[in-house]
C-alpha cells in the first residue's frame, strides 16, 4: 500500500502543467516517435507524450502509478506499462527518455549502470529530458520524510550533472532555486537541474 502522502502527490500531480524542458524536447526529437517516462507517476507526461504522438513506455516502482496508469490509459495500445525500478527495467529502444524528478530517487550506487542502460536504450540524436536534486533541496535535508515517500534521495552537484552527459550535446541546463509550497500545499525549497541533452550520433558504441 501506498502511503497517504504518496496518494496525494499522484491526486496533485495527475493532471499538472507540462513542463518547458519537455515540450522544448519533444519539439526537437526526431523519429522514431517512442519514448520512455521513467518513474512515471501519475501519468502527466505520458499523456502529454501520447497527445504528441509518441508511443509511451512507463514505468515505475510503485503499483499505485501503474494501477492508476493503466486505468487512465486503458485501451491505448500506444501506452506499455511495467511495475520496475530504475535498475529492473529493461529499456526498448527509443528516441525520448524522460525522468521528470524520478532520478532523484535512483540510489547513488546504482546511478552507473541505470544511466548506462538510459544512453544505450537512446538512439543516436536522441533527446534525455530530465532533472536531478541538489544539495540546498528541502528533500537532501533532514526534514524530508523517508517513512512517506521514497526513501533513497541521490544528490548531485553542477560537476557532477555535467559529467553525466559526455558524449551529449546539452541543448537546455538550469539550475532552479526557489521556494514555495508543493502541490499538497507543503513549504519546500527547490533545488533542481534540469537538463534536456541530445546523444550524439556518432555513438553507436555502448555507453557513449
Ligand atoms: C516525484 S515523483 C515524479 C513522478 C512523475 N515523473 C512526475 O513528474 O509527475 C517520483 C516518481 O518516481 C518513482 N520512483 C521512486 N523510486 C523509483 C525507482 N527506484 N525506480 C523507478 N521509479 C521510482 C516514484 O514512485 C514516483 O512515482
Redesign the pocket.
Known sequence: M?SQE?NE??DA??S?EI?SDLTFAVNIVGDPKIAI?????????IEYLLASGFKVYG????E??ISRCKKRFKNNSDVILSK??????NYPRASLV?????L????KT?FDTVWRNISECLYPNGIFCGSFLGAEDTMAGPIYDKSA??P?ISVFDEKEVRAIFKGYEICHFTEHKTSGKTPQGIPHDWHIYSVVAKKSDNSSKKGA
Not at 517516462?37 to 507526461?45: E, L, Q, S, Y
Not at 532523484?104 to 540510489?107: D, H, N
Open positions: 501506498p504518496i502527490y499522484y500531480t495527475e499538472r513542463r517516462d521513467c518513474g512515471c507517476g501519475a501519468g502527466a507526461d514505468f515505475d516502482i510503485e499505485e502509478s520496475a525500478g530504475f535498475s529492473s527495467y524522460v525522468a521528470d524528478a524520478s532523484f530517487f535512483c540510489p546504482e515517500y521514497w533513497e
